[in-house]
């Protein structure tokens, strides 16, 4: 069974920073992309970042240059590095891992909210 854990939300300061982390395991859990989804109260889930198992990455346009996505294929982790937060960036945010064939698993999500 494939798992997904999220850990490093929390409540800071606009300006501020936070890691998230997700780390996988289970059969079948060497993804082909890794990534970062976030849910605000009345919004859509929407992509935050992505990277994929040649390293590359995928920014939505409002974290570019704030977010970092990076990925350990030996532990199975993905993390992603948030500076310079905003009111904005409150959310659930949640690990998503998609295999080759285009499996996708979920983490629980983690709540980061920002405080102006």
């Known amino acids: 069974q494939v798992q997904l854990v999220e850990s490093g939300g929390g409540l800071v300061q606009a300006g501020g920073s936070l890691r998230l982390s997700c780390a996988a395991s289970g059969s079948g859990s060497k993804f082909y992309i890794m990534g970062w989804y976030r849910q605000s109260q009345g919004k859509q889930r929407e992509l935050v970042a992505r990277?994929?198992?040649?390293?590359?990455?995928n920014y939505t346009d409002s974290v570019k240059g704030r977010f970092t996505i990076s990925r350990d294929r030996a532990k199975n982790t993905v993390d992603l590095q948030m500076d310079s937060l905003n009111s904005e960036d409150t959310a659930v945010y949640y690990c998503y891992g998609e295999t080759d064939i285009g499996w996708e698993y979920w983490g629980q999500g983690t709540q980061v909210t920002v405080s102006s």
């Open positions: 990277i994929d198992i040649g390293g590359r990455t």
